[in-house]
């Protein structure tokens, strides 16, 4: 930091011009790599507002009208995802001890409330013991007679789910990872088998984990499966929505995410598919007693009685971004809202016909949501792999598809993302090319245009990386 100012508060934008001018074009309707995109322009207004009145969402003292509007916010959100009757919710309104859920910083933070809440419920007090809460997870376990907890996931659970086991202490080898099935979803044969197997070591599920709307590939497990699997078991379901919650507002595609309102808790992320900026987060809970248990006090800020949203959040300050998802719904509607999730998904086929009509493309993943994957596999290569599936091409083809992304992404015209997959049919882990069609400017000429460049790029790489193929493709 410099120890004298360097620049007048009015010359930041000049000032800071290779900053700005240099930064990732989220917004351009080329930039289809990640979940961020392009925002309505209402909200910069809004961003300046939010600003100016620096309400802190913490206490009622700093944040007056906020604190109700963030309520009127949990609320709604809560009856998109659990649609309970209206005398459920003027019972919340009237009791301040508990919470529909609580705004948080975004998805991952959200994830960890979820597991926070549900260890905490499962090692609750008890006649001769405090709580987790109080006395820790090892005089938890053998208080309530358990070798060990377990989380479940599938192996498409993001990341954040590990970091919450590690942060609450359990150790992440408590995770057990289940394979998905064809459609990239849990095997819920398999989640079933695990459960069995669990329960006759004494090892108790803390919580069975379903996404909505994966990060890599975007799919759904069964949630009402699922959530059958964790009655019958008698453990804490959540889900992961971080991605896929707002498709809860499409009357077309809202059946995909079927079984969500069994969840315990459900994780939905703002600044996804909701459109507000970086970052909002929430948690939900479908028993507002849930909260109970993550509850804390401080004499000076958060008394018992107050109605401090800042109890039931693992966050202190927080700003009042909730309004920009406030006013957000009061201008889409639900109608709005449906409309751009019905596009992006929509979008998403059309990119995948494209996808399958081209020659020198495989489509990986279809979309179920907005997201789908695919690589660059060139005719001829493609008829050599049917013939010879070895592990040979398979390297080849990786490092084509790899350098591909990097050469694109170099470029600066457009930008996809991608991953690695493991794929069934050919037995073995594939580098693809991962898209999300998010963004409400992208249209059909710009995904033309960026298989065009990814074709362009392919051809100029494919001899120098994968020589062996002429000589191999002659008897084809
Ligand atoms: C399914 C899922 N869960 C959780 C997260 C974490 O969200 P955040 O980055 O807002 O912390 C993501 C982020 O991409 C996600 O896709």
């Known amino acids: 930091m410099p120890k004298e100012s360097q620049v007048h508060s009015s010359h930041f934008i000049r000032d800071f011009k290779l900053i700005l001018d240099n930064c ?17 322009n209402f909200l910069l207004e809004l961003a300046k507002l939010i600003t100016e009145k620096n309400q802190n969402l913490v ?10 509007m963030e309520l009127d916010c949990l609320y709604m959100l809560h009856n998109l995802i659990y649609q309970n009757h209206d005398y459920f919710y003027s019972e919340v309104n009237l009791n301040s001890q508990f919470s529909l859920g609580s705004f948080c910083s975004g998805g991952t933070i959200a994830n960890l409330t979820a597991l926070w809440a549900a260890r905490n419920n499962l090692l609750g007090p008890s006649k001769n013991f405090q709580g987790v809460q109080s006395e820790g997870v090892v005089a938890a ?25 590690d942060i609450l202490g359990l150790g992440i080898n408590i995770i057990h990872t289940i394979p998905t099935d064809k459609d990239h979803k849990i095997r819920t044969d398999l989640l079933e088998q695990k459960m069995n197997e669990l329960e006759s070591q004494q090892i108790k599920v803390l919580t069975i984990v379903g996404i909505a709307g994966s990060t890599e590939t975007g799919h759904v497990d069964d949630l009402l499966t699922m959530s059958i699997i964790a009655k019958k078991y008698q453990c804490h379901f959540h889900v992961d929505a971080a991605w896929g919650g707002a498709t809860m507002t499409s009357a077309r595609y809202k059946h995909i995410l079927k079984g969500i309102e069994q969840a315990d808790s459900v994780t939905v992320d703002a600044h996804k598919q909701f459109y507000i900026p970086m970052g909002l987060g929430m948690i939900l809970f479908k028993k507002p007693q849930l909260s109970k248990n993550i509850t804390h006090h401080a004499n000076y800020i958060l008394r018992k009685n107050s109605n401090d949203l800042g109890r039931f959040s693992i966050e202190g300050s927080r700003s009042g971004m909730s309004l920009m998802l406030y006013v957000s719904f009061k201008v889409f509607g639900l109608n709005g809202y449906e409309l751009l999730i019905n596009e992006s998904i929509e979008k998403a086929k059309q990119f995948s016909r494209m996808i399958k009509e081209s ?20 005719n001829k290569i493609q008829k050599l792999i049917n013939r010879d599936n070895n592990d040979y091409i398979h390297t080849k083809i990786n490092d084509l598809n790899v ?24 037995g073995y882990t ?45 008897y084809n």
């Open 430 to 474: 594939m580098d693809v090319f991962r898209v999300v069609l998010a963004n409400p400017l992208t249209q059909e000429k710009h995904l033309k245009k960026i298989l065009h460049e990814q074709e362009k790029i392919g051809q100029n790489l494919f001899d120098t990386l994968v020589k062996f193929t002429e000589k191999e493709c002659e």
């Open 403 to 426: 350098k591909i992304q990097e050469k694109q992404k170099q470029n600066g015209n457009s930008f996809v993302s991608r991953t690695k997959l493991f794929n069934y049919q050919y």
């Open 141 to 165: 376990l053998r208080y309530y007679g358990y070798k060990n907890l377990a989380v479940i996931v599938s192996e498409r659970a993001h990341y954040s789910i590990k970091k919450s086991v």
């Open 59 to 68: 206490k009622v003292e700093t944040s007056k009208s906020f604190t109700k």
């Open 24 to 40: 990732s074009p989220t917004s351009s309707p080329y930039f289809i790599g990640h979940m961020t995109s392009s925002l309505p």
């Open 359 to 378: 020659k020198n493309f495989q489509l990986i993943t279809h979309p179920e949501l907005c997201i789908l994957t695919y690589r660059y596999l060139p």
